[in-house]
């Protein structure tokens, strides 16, 4: 698999239920962030969490890394039929002591919430 | 919130002629980037810019692309000989730079259709 795999493909739940996506990856990395897309629209940050944190949380969000599996998940709680979109992990590798900031991104997850 | 914006949102050419993409970054940020989707397909990292000058590009990033910071505000995309395969979403994204530890913010994008 790529740098930054995302799954599952496809998501579809009931609004109010919690959402999971998991993502991992191959290299060593300096970060890992979520992103979220909505059709057509551009990428919005939700959360970084960097190689030395394990869980970092915003709001109804959750993340998890595990850099000793290379992977990492998304959890959403309580989800409403706004959060429908599409969820793309990035990593930040790493090159030695250098960093130009470069993010690879996944196929990403799209959600449905129905409501 | 400051934003990052893109001109135009949707640009048409002919292949083989040159187009620019245009992008303002947030203003106080140090590290600028480019990114593209080509459709149902996964973001791709094109180049970084720092410091006046590339810090890294990718193997997509060949002689027909060049970047420029014109002035203190403006960061545009080059493609000097379109081919059909260059249609894609471009985005571009800023940061604020340290070493990569930060939230990239995407602009809305601009969709290139070479025909």
């Known amino acids: 698999s790529q740098q930054g795999e995302e799954d599952p493909q496809a998501l579809s739940i009931q609004e109010g239920e919690n959402a999971t996506m998991n993502c991992s990856y191959k290299?060593?990395?300096?970060?890992l962030q979520w992103y979220r897309q909505n059709s057509g629209r551009g990428l919005v940050h939700l959360i970084l969490?960097?190689?030395?944190?394990r869980e970092k949380h915003s709001g109804r969000l959750r993340v998890t890394l595990d850099t000793s599996k290379k992977s990492s998940s998304l959890l959403i709680t309580a989800s409403r039929a706004a959060d429908t979109a599409s969820y793309f992990c990035?990593?930040?590798?790493?090159?030695?002591?250098?960093?130009?900031?470069?993010?690879?991104f996944g196929q990403g997850t799209t959600l449905q919430v129905k409501p | 919130e400051p934003e990052v914006t893109q001109t135009p949102s949707h640009q048409v050419t002919q292949m083989g002629q040159e187009v620019i993409l245009r992008c303002v970054p947030i203003?106080?940020?140090?590290?600028f980037y480019w990114y593209r989707q080509i459709l149902g397909q996964k973001v791709e990292f094109l180049v970084s810019?720092?410091?006046?000058?590339?810090?890294?590009k990718s193997e997509i990033f060949d002689d027909q692309f060049s970047v420029e910071r014109p002035d203190g505000s403006n960061f545009t995309l080059k493609i000097r000989s379109t081919k059909l395969e260059d249609s894609a979403m471009y985005f571009c994204a800023s940061d604020r730079g340290q070493k990569g530890n930060q939230p990239q913010h995407f602009g809305d994008g601009t969709r290139l259709s070479i025909l």
């Open positions: 810019f720092y410091n006046n000058e590339i810090s890294e």
């Open positions: 290299t060593s990395i300096n970060n």
């Open positions: 990035a990593t930040a590798p790493t090159y030695g002591s250098s960093n130009t900031g470069k993010l690879i």
């Open positions: 969490i960097r190689s030395n944190e």
């Open positions: 203003s106080n940020h140090l590290y």
